[in-house]
């Protein structure tokens, strides 16, 4: 149902293209349908093209094809010839196969298409139609399996739990079937239930598919493996009896008395009515799934009352998909107000704007009544709607937003919706011998209408071409594809092995049409009236009053977010609007992208203490006795008196006053022989520089290296067995291993291998505390604890937050690497729990192991690479990755012996000398030998 990603990245083929403010004359002879919504405007020119996929085609594996629930269209493969025939790639998703008699045990696929549209030059119309020139040409099929490799299966959920589960997977809907799933003779099994119907896919060519019968969000490799699953609010999950309930009302083929008691579910989603669309935005940053239909508590599952659909919006930047927001769309109603027209499939166009596929069912071929009522491709706009993303609204599974009649609650603003394309225009589907209504021929259209995708009429350029001036508005194909159930009498079943013939006695072609589009934008004027937003003389009239209303900064904000603005040149050229960042009343030249990549801009003029910081230990506010240094926190905190000149202003002299008082109050905390309260801390401070430490400082040292040290061992224990139960809405909390499993990238560790090295640092860690119990002091204070970061980091890894988490670890590293220059001769049961194993996890040991000789870094550093190499074994037989990650392996362990041999035996060649320690004063000597 949706157009892939790579139509977005791109980065020519914007929807909308933002105008001046003059309406735009349009150049084509015909409208055969408009809208405006929200300002922006979109027309519906002609059908251009039509094209089919016989009923009875089969894929590589001897299946039926059947028709598409979603398609994702390659942007970069869609060209123009010049003999202006386009050409393109597309993906193809069916749903869960033939059923209807009934599901089966069909395994759910992708197929890839290369398709052919010749426009004609000559005019056709009822008189003189034209022949299908939209052509398709199959290429290949990919099976979609679940986390443990075993086929997915369109069978109906069980009724009840339990349901399969895997490690850093929620429940997944499952199916239990006896035989072979089919009817016939096997050992049955329980595979994962999947009723799929939305596709995009991903920047990483992977593939994110929406289901019907979680209704789930689910990430699936290129080659079909499902990486990740996404399970929306408690309030989407359906529930019959108190309880879990992912089975729809359709029985399998085998078993067609298995009903389902109580057929219609209590809460969350329909019968067969979940995220039938799912849409990615135009940056690829954001997912939007739509429910089919209302959820049963907000209006019930019958007509007029089930049309409060809710759209999810999840951030899938990162790598994970985080919750973000949720909208209400509220679908149409036709036939006198008594029928809802759910939607089929939606596809994100510009900011906050989007088709959606809307229609009746139970109309066209192979249906008694052959005239659909309503068909259309129509825009809503959520940029106005409210975000009623809330525990109450989405935690509870009765959580609702309408009444029993679906009226929607008071509080609540929908998203703004406008009726646009009809696919039911006689005279354009006349065209190409087609009809809504009538005979039941082969020229009828189909019920079902379940995909979309956009391209441009000029994939080269941004629109422009013998009737758009590009500057003015772009032209686009909208195609829309039909569903045809799997409907024929020539169809085949369990990859080959099993024909049928539907007993609706029909022949359905999947069918495909394609609409001639424009679509461009009225907003507001670059040009400023004399009397700013005055229109008519009442607000003239309006305006003293309005002269005693006090607005603060965040109302100035509301009101003018309240509809995009683009000021143009030169305003967008001098200020970068991207993101968060919008045009208004508050930017200054301190906003300005060119400034800020030259200059700090601040007025009046501040006095300027530089400062550096270099993570070091974790300990509390003291001075040094050496340097003009301070620990802020385990940090250095180095003090220089440089500040900005001063003139002789007024506030020139206080901002003087106030810097010579900085740099008499930072002059005197660097003065050893004044002291104050928290001098005391100094007695204490086992981290501070000294040339003789106190039997107080080792015992706190000693201390706190046992605590965090136990604190880290136990933590990690228990996360790698147990997952958080803290975890809100956005973080989906993991096991240790499990975290690593969940989000699998190029660069993801075998986790037996990686354990293992932990386990053994660990244990070597012991060792070392072991030792600060030695009557050496220099040894005793010869290395710091980097624990209580890494125990950060396991706490923010296990709950999903990755940002933080990264940050911790690049706050280690720079801890660890001056830990590794300032302590650079410390013993090998020092160093390499402390210091090398942790650093080389960072990937920076192949630096020390060439630069310093440091052949402890290098081993570590190829037992990295193995679990990197297992990793990316396991997941790929034939790629690149592991292959270049065995040979750095061998690589980095041959080198390491040939550095670390002769040291051992005596040749003491590099920076290490194992087991001595330096004294005092060498340790502030350059890191050379003087050899």
């Not at 989007?354 to 940029?383: K, T």
């Not at 244990?763 to 009557?775: E, K, N, P, R, T």
Request: hydrophobic share 35%.
């Amino acid at each position: 149902m949706k157009l892939s990603f790579f139509l977005r990245a791109s980065c020519i083929i914007p929807l909308v293209s933002c105008l001046p403010s003059q309406a735009y004359q349009n150049e084509s002879p015909t409208i055969v349908n408009q809208t405006t919504c929200n300002g922006r405007t979109y027309t519906y020119n002609e059908l251009v093209g039509y094209g089919f996929v016989a009923s009875d085609f089969r894929d590589k594996t001897g299946d039926t094809l059947g028709g598409p629930s979603a398609v994702a269209f390659d942007a970069s493969s869609w060209t123009k010839s010049r003999n202006g025939t386009y050409e393109g790639l597309i993906w193809v998703l069916p749903d869960r196969g033939w059923n209807t008699q009934g599901t089966l045990n069909y395994q759910n696929r992708i197929h890839k298409f290369a398709i052919s549209l010749s426009i004609r030059t000559e005019t056709n119309n009822a008189s003189n139609s034209s022949a299908p020139n939209l052509k398709f040409t199959y290429l290949d099929t990919i099976l979609l399996t679940g986390p443990d490799g075993k086929p997915t299966t369109g069978l109906r959920a069980d009724t009840q739990p339990p349901y399969l589960s895997y490690p850093g997977f929620p429940t997944l809907p499952s199916a239990t079937y006896e035989g072979d799933g089919f009817g016939g003779e096997g050992p049955g099994d329980r595979r994962i239930s999947l009723d799929s119907e939305g596709l995009v896919v991903a920047r990483d060519q992977s593939f994110w598919v929406s289901d019907e019968y979680g209704p789930y969000i689910y990430r699936f490799s290129p080659e079909g493996r499902m990486l990740q699953a996404i399970q929306p609010p408690n309030a989407y999950l359906p529930r019959r009896n108190g309880s879990l309930s992912f089975a729809s009302d359709d029985p399998p083929i085998y078993d067609p008395d298995d009903e389902v008691v109580p057929e219609d579910v209590d809460s969350g989603r329909a019968n067969n009515q979940g995220f039938e669309g799912l849409t990615i935005s135009e940056n690829g940053q954001k997912l939007y799934a739509l429910t089919q239909s209302a959820l049963a508590q907000d209006g019930g599952t019958g007509n007029p009352e089930r049309k409060q659909a809710r759209l999810l919006e999840y951030r899938i930047s990162g790598g994970n998909a985080v919750y973000q927001a949720e909208y209400v769309v509220t679908l149409p109603v036709f036939n006198g107000g008594e029928t809802v027209a759910a939607q089929s499939e939606i596809y994100a166009l510009a900011k906050d704007q989007f088709f959606v596929l809307a229609r009746d069912s139970g109309r066209g071929r192979g249906q008694d009544d052959a005239e659909s009522l309503y068909r259309r491709a129509d825009v809503f706009d959520i940029s106005r709607a409210t975000n009623i993303k809330s525990p109450e609204n989405d935690d509870s599974p009765t959580g609702s937003i309408a009444d029993d009649e679906g009226t929607l609650d008071a509080d609540i603003t929908a998203a703004e919706y406008c009726t646009f394309l009809d696919f039911n225009v006689n005279s354009e589907l006349a065209k190409f011998g087609l009809h809504n209504g009538g005979a039941q021929d082969e020229g009828l259209l189909n019920e079902k209408w379940e995909a979309l995708g956009l391209v441009p009429v000029e994939p080269n350029g941004r629109g422009g071409n013998d009737r758009v001036n590009g500057n003015k508005g772009e032209e686009y194909f909208l195609f829309a594809f039909s569903d045809n159930d799997f409907i024929t009498q020539n169809g085949y079943v369990k990859f080959g092995q099993l024909p049928y013939s539907d007993e609706s006695g029909f022949n359905l072609d999947s069918q495909a049409l394609v609409f001639r589009t424009l679509a461009y934008l009225f907003q507001p004027s670059t040009y400023i009236s004399p009397i700013g937003g005055v229109q008519t003389v009442e607000h003239v009239k309006a305006m003293p009053e309005a002269l005693g209303i006090r607005l603060f900064k965040e109302d100035i904000h509301a009101i003018q977010d309240a509809t995009p603005f683009n000021p143009l040149f030169p305003m967008n050229f001098l200020f970068n609007f991207k993101g968060d960042q919008r045009y208004n009343l508050d930017l200054t030249a301190a906003g300005n992208q060119q400034y800020q990549m030259t200059s700090w801009i601040n007025a009046p003029p501040k006095p300027l203490v530089n400062t550096s910081f270099w993570l070091h230990h974790c300990i509390s506010f003291v001075p040094r006795s050496t340097n003009r240094n301070f620990l802020l926190f385990g940090s250095e905190l180095h003090v220089h008196s440089q500040f900005a000149p001063v003139n002789q202003s007024t506030e020139d002299r206080k901002a003087g006053q106030l810097q010579q008082s900085l740099s008499d109050f930072f002059t005197v905390l660097s003065d050893e022989t004044v002291s104050f309260p928290t001098m005391a801390v100094q007695e204490y401070n086992p981290f501070a520089k000294r040339e003789n430490h106190s039997k107080k400082s080792l015992t706190a040292y000693k201390v706190l290296t046992i605590a965090s040290w136990l604190l880290l061992a136990i933590t990690v224990l228990y996360y790698t067995f147990n997952a958080p139960n803290d975890c809100k809405h956005g973080h989906d909390c993991h096991t240790i291993w499990g975290q690593n499993g969940r989000m699998r990238t190029p660069f993801s560790l075998n986790s037996i291998v990686t354990g293992i090295y932990w386990i053994i640092v660990t244990i070597m860690q012991a060792g070392y505390v072991w030792h600060l119990f030695s009557s050496n002091e220099t040894l005793v204070n010869s290395a710091a604890n980097s624990n209580l970061l890494y125990f950060a980091f396991i706490l923010l890894w296990v709950r999903s937050h990755f940002w933080p988490a990264e940050l911790f670890l690049i706050l280690n590293f720079l801890n660890l690497t001056t830990l590794y220059f300032r302590h650079s001769t410390t013993p090998r049961f020092v160093h390499i729990p402390v210091v090398s194993a942790p650093l080389a996890f960072t990937y920076v040991g192949g630096f020390f192991l060439l630069a310093f000789k440091d052949y402890t870094m290098g081993f570590e550093l190829a037992i990295l690479s193995l679990a990197l190499a297992l990793a990316q074994l396991g997941t790929h037989v034939i790629a690149l990755q592991w292959i270049f990650a065995f040979v750095i392996m061998g690589c980095l362990a041959v080198l390491s012996v040939l550095i670390g041999v002769p040291g051992i035996f005596g040749d003491k060649n590099g920076i290490r000398h194992p087991g001595h320690i330096v004294e005092p004063d060498r340790e502030r000597q350059p890191l050379l030998d003087d050899r």
